[in-house]
């Protein structure tokens, strides 16, 4: 396998710094979260203090075209890692310093009314106001308002399937279509995204399918997380 760039998470620079490769992403199938092994990893490094390092070098590297994806599947396999052990409040130091994060439930974003946080604020919710029940928008069809507490809203808008396995992942690719208008792009006019896809299955004919896409902006040489953007089929 040739090697790659690989955004270290703090595991990693506990237990050696370097990683040759791009192992830690992909899985024997090539697919960015396909080896679902996450025991054992610990992500509580500041995402703002980590560093790139190459696979022969120490020193601090430009991200390029050419490195661009493996640095991005990396990034949203460590934030998807958080999400499956609920470790949410962990995700503020991934969360963009000036741009904060929007949530949107379905692939049309709303940026009137999708809740969207600074990265204190977001801290805010998740440690002080855990438990408080909050309007994230509204649900499809019956349109009655989403009222849920964080971590209640990321069970079944973030993270409602295990996302570090999916069907398909993607870097900049739309995998999941569904009948909701898909704005991400005019939304977030140069923006990179991933998408991890979980198929449908027979029962529903499929219909079942769900995505999670995550919006990234780079910034001081490092990829920040401005959206996180559910979809699924809709009425």
């Known amino acids: 396998m040739k ?3 690989l955004w270290l998470t703090g595991c990693a620079l506990l237990l050696g710094g370097i990683i040759a490769g791009c192992n830690g992403c992909k899985g024997k199938n090539g697919k960015p979260g396909a080896d679902d092994d996450t025991s054992g990893i610990d992500i509580s490094e500041r995402h703002d203090s980590m560093q790139l390092i190459g696979t022969d070098t120490l020193n601090a590297f430009q991200i390029t075209e050419a490195n661009k994806d493996s640095v991005l599947s990396a990034t949203t396999k460590a934030i998807l890692t958080l999400f499956k052990n609920k470790e949410y409040a962990k995700l503020d130091s991934f969360i963009h310093p000036l741009e904060g994060i929007r949530f949107s439930p379905y692939a049309t974003i709303e940026p009137g009314s999708d809740k969207k946080f600074s990265r204190e604020a977001f801290r805010e919710l998740m440690t002080t ?3 408080k029940k ?3 928008g509204t649900y499809d069809g019956s349109g009655n308002a989403i009222v849920l507490s964080p971590a209640e ?6 993270y409602d399937g295990n996302f570090l396995s999916p069907k398909r992942a993607g870097v900049n690719t739309v995998l999941g279509k569904g009948n909701s208008v898909n704005n991400l792009r005019s939304v977030y006019p140069g923006a990179e995204f991933t998408e991890n896809y979980l198929g449908g299955t027979k029962k529903y004919g499929g219909m079942d399918w769900k995505s999670v896409r995550l919006v990234y902006k780079l910034e001081n040489g490092r990829y920040y ?3 996180i953007v559910h979809d699924q089929w809709t009425i």
């Open 3 to 5: 090697k790659q760039w």
């Open 129 to 131: 106001n855990r438990n």
């Open 134 to 136: 909050i309007n994230w």
């Open 153 to 158: 809203y990321f069970g079944k808008f973030v």
């Open 225 to 227: 997380l401005i959206a």
